[in-house]
């Protein structure tokens, strides 16, 4: 994988722009969004031809300090490379390149073309249950990259998840681990606990704290499924006062087992939670099997417990139908040797 180039790993002065073009080569349109950590802008890179839409990432440095901005400085240029190497994925957007200008840091990024799932919901209205299992059947693959890349998205949500129609892909943006680790002042436990990164809503409560792991991302998962079926995030009277659960059950009505899948990922307590999106996409496969291994299972004397999904998916198709094979001809030898001795 070829890494972007730091077109400037020095700070460039302001005689090294152009009027009218940021680093001699952005043309700067609106904002897209802008934040505690910088502002995000659709520009034009004007140095490739067809002058392509890109997305300008400005991150703002908290430091003063030649020293602070140093450390700030090889935080970004350290980020920047992950970046680079998650966006070698079609599903993240490719890092086009990475830049200084007077202390403040730049991303350059592919502008991904398509409807974030919030703009879904708002223009068509709500999913049913089906398209919520589909979607995440398609976006758990992508999620499992991202984590074994040793990276916590940190801000899973509809607006970061767009589905880019041309190519029927679905895309994940704005990693809000580079925010936090490039803005920061000094990137230590007293620092962070000024500088969360996330929204309230759809961020459990290890990552308020700013203790992140890699369950974080699928809670947020799981409340984006619920806004996907109700059109709303959960607010602080969604919440048991006593136990600090999501009482999500008021927000969406869904089948038995993907009650089962949404109430693990929207525990409160990462030990309860899914560990990785790899887990949850074998549950959700297993929901086709139920009914065929159901019948097939009873021919074996399991335990109500070992019958739950949960406990099910961790043993294959072919070692359960092998032991009710198994089971079933022992029974069938029993009964003939019975009848043959009688």
Not at 69 to 94: C, N
Request: glycine share 4%.
């Amino acid at each position: 994988m070829t890494l972007p180039v730091n077109s400037s790993r020095h700070e460039a002065s302001p005689e090294q722009r152009s009027d009218d073009l940021l680093h001699d080569r952005y043309a700067i349109g609106r904002v897209l969004g802008r934040g505690g950590f910088g502002v995000t802008y659709i520009a034009r890179d004007m140095q490739l031809p067809g002058r392509p839409r890109c997305v300008i990432k400005q991150l703002c440095p908290k430091v003063q300090d030649p020293s602070a901005l140093k450390k700030a400085r090889q935080r970004f240029e350290q980020e920047a490379r992950t970046l680079a190497r998650l966006g070698s994925h079609s599903q993240i957007p490719q890092l086009l390149d990475y830049f200084e200008i007077e202390g403040e840091f730049y991303l350059a990024q592919e502008f991904v073309r398509g409807r974030t799932l919030a703009q879904d919901v708002r223009k068509s209205g709500v999913w049913s249950e089906q398209a919520v299992k589909q979607f995440l059947k398609e976006f758990l693959p992508l999620l499992h990259y991202v984590h074994r890349q040793k990276v916590i998205h940190r801000d899973i949500k509809p607006s970061n998840i767009v589905w880019c129609k041309e190519d029927g892909r679905w895309v994940l943006i704005d990693f809000g681990a580079v925010k936090e680790r490039c803005v920061a002042p000094d990137y230590s436990e007293r620092s962070m606990a000024t500088h969360f990164v996330g929204t309230i809503g759809f961020a459990p409560p290890e990552q308020i704290a700013m203790r992140p792991t890699y369950a974080s991302d699928l809670y947020a998962l799981g409340v984006t499924c619920l806004y996907l079926m109700s059109g709303r995030i959960p607010n602080e009277q969604d919440y048991d006062p006593y136990t600090g659960e999501l009482n999500w059950q008021n927000l969406a009505r869904v089948s038995d087992h993907f009650e089962r899948i949404l109430d693990k990922m929207l525990k409160s307590s990462t030990h309860d939670r899914f560990k990785s999106a790899d887990e949850i996409l074998r549950m959700l496969e297993l929901e086709d099997h139920l009914e065929t291994l159901r019948p097939c299972l009873s021919h074996y004397p399991l335990s109500q417990a070992e019958l739950e999904p949960e406990n099910l998916e961790f043993v294959s198709p072919l070692v359960r139908t092998a032991i009710a094979i198994r089971a079933w001809q022992a029974r069938l030898a029993a009964r003939q040797s019975h009848e043959k001795n009688r």
